[in-house]
């Protein structure tokens, strides 16, 4: 019998509808098309695809579970090693991690691991998960600093070890990111809700408006509790630093995402936070972060959207489907292109960006080539908002208030891979640790971390 | 949720509220702000801390209504509770020994310069307080700052109290008849720029406490930027109090208008209904 050489698309909203709404694009698979596309798999003896997956998912294990229609069964394949794949299953760069593995890569497209990751995630939660059974309690106490994938993946593995998990949050919804930054068109809100409603059924509580720092300090935290885990992100603004940069009309990535997605400006004034964007919008960077300001602009009705990157396509850091998602959707992109500065009018209100156009050159250390500048290139466009969103830093709070932990050259908490960190009884992971990665890197971080506190814990 | 557990009506404008919160109690100091949201569609809106009582868990909050969120704070009433009360945010204000200090506050930034007042005078400084605004009615906390301050002094803009005119006169009058050391400045943006201004000719220490529109008030968003020195910083971590002869007053008032015709449409809408 021959494998079919493709995957099976995943129905979506037509590009043309889903620039008028903020729902999800894609609808995910039917039962009908996860069965054949789980059919593909060749069931690989070596599993080359559990190599590429940061937490380890028993990938053959569960789609052999969908090909059978037990998805029961391939729901708890999954959870064993992965708490939360309804978010994994939509915003993991799969094409570099389990699918770029794949032994079907060698004659065609890789089985669809990621979009039947998601199929079962969305199976299980809209037929109502199982409570799960609740383990002895050991009477150690933890606390876990921030709720983003990490301090969420951290707090559900220790609870399900029997430890009592309490998660600090400074803001006044879970997530982190997943709330803040990533759009509803791409992770609705209400699937973040209930996942995050699934760890808190595993015994874990969370305390909003809990400023760790500041509202309390690490060190009373670890009075209180047998150990501490910070996971606290990379939430820090990276900015141009050209001139203009403070122009009415100029917002960082994070201030525009947070005001549209957690404070839900795209439905002001039923909700009281504003945003404003005009006709013209030019987003600078070609990350995630850069695609999500492109497409949520012509959401809420920018005439044009334009991504300005320095470098080519060939080296844009973004998931491969959002690249794509961005380009059927309208969004200009102008490669090669360098800000130099933002012209505003005389009452301060920007108008213009000016840039260099760039050309590429040697390789650098990243083995990427390097753009340089082409002299004399300089050109303008006219436009009413610009989305800086070319990277994000640790989070200095903490670093700042704690000074006995040891801080990396970029920010960063030092910790080795088990999250240990300079202070005993104090770990790290995720972001705040690495500087900005991906989701499920922090979570596989809270998972291995979750293993050295319970470690941790039994010694003390 | 944080109960309101007392409320005061200061001016027809002006209201005062004590918030149960007693974390943010616990560490509070002079300077420092809270955000807070009224309910689940809410903003985040920062208000300083202008008093705070660790004991009973309360903090004191004073604020000005300006927009729909200071509007609707104002309608609610003892017993009922805000959604979130995070805090407290920022640093410190820099209270120390500085020997003659003068405070300013105009219209309702004299509600945070109280808290700086007190500490100043605990701190031994000999404090000479200067209080203004448009009205005499519209004039906060009086008699509790001039408890704490050895020379005390008002003025509004129609004369109804003290002297007619802008306290930068009467900072002007202290200068010229003592040896002034350190300035703190709370007020509109342009008080505060007019008094840094004027000290900066006598080459006077200057803090001012700026408050440009936030939202996380985590150093998240960078919505709260302020241009220092030509430096950007972030003012609900790296400030709100800053060297006031560094600031950049004029890029401060072009970012808080920034939603200045969305906000008018938000409170039109809240009125008409
Ligand atoms: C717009 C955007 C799109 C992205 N898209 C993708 C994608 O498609 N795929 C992907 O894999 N990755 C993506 N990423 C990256 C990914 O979201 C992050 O790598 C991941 O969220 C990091 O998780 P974390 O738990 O370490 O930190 P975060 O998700 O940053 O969570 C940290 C949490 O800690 C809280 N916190 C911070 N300081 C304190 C404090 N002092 N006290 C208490 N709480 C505190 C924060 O409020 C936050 O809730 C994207 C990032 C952004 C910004
Ligand atoms: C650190 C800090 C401390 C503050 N402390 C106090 C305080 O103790 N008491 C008090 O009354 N106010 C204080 N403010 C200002 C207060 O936060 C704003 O008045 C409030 O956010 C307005 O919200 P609104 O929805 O009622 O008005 P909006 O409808 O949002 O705005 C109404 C008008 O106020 C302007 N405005 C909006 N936000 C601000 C702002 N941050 N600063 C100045 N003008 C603004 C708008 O441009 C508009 O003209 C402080 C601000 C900061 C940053
Ligand atoms: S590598 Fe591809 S074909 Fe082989 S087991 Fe994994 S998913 Fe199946
Ligand atoms: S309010 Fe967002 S960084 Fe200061």
Redesign the interface.
Known sequence: MSVRKTKHEMPEQPPQERIKNFKEVPYGYTKEIAIEEAKRCLQCKNKPCMKGCPVEIDIPGFITCIAQGDFDKAAEVIKAKNNLPAISGRVCPYESQCEEECTLKKIGEPVGIGRLERFIADYEREKGKKPPKKPKSTGKIVAVVGSGPAGLTCAGDLARMGHAVTVFE???DPGGVLM?GIPEFRLPKAIVKSEVEYVKSLGVAIN????VG???DVKELMEEYDAVFIGTGA???N?LNIPG????GV??A??FL??VNM??AYK?????????IGRIVATFGAGNVAMDCARTSLRLGAEKSYILYRRTEAEMPARAEEIEHAKQEGVIFKLLTNPIRFIGDE??ILKEVEYLKMQLGEPDDSGRRRPVPIPGSEEKIPIDTALVAIGQSP???IPQTMKELKIGKHGNIIADDDGRTSVPGIFAGGDIATGAATVILAMGAGKRVARAIDTYLKNK | MYEIIEKKVLSDTVKLMKIKAP??AK?AQPGQFIIL?IDE????IPLTIADSDPKKGTITIIFLEVG??TKQLGTLNVGDSL???????GMPSEVKKYGTVVCVGGGVGIAPLYPIVKALKESGNNVISILGAKTKDLLLLEKEIEAYSDEFYIATDDGSKGHKGFVSDVLQKVIDTQNVNMVMAIGPIIMMKVVSNLTKKYDIKTLVSLNPIM?????????C?V?IDGK?KFAC?DGPEFDGHKV?Y??LM??N???I???G??CK??GAQ
């Open positions: 400074a803001l006044h803040y909003y408006d809990v400023v500041k509202t309390i939430g820090l603004p900015w940069e403070n122009l009415d917002y960082s994070n201030e947070t005001r404070m839900k002001f004034p039923e909700y009281d936070t504003p945003v404003k009452k301060g989070n200095p709070l | 974390l943010v560490k949201r569609r809410g903003e985040r729909k969120t959604e979130n009360f995070a805090g407290p945010l939202v996380d008030g985590t150093g998240m968003c960078g919505g930027r241009s950007t971590v950049d004029d890029n072009l970012r208008r920034r939603f015709h969305a906000e449409e938000a809408l809240a």
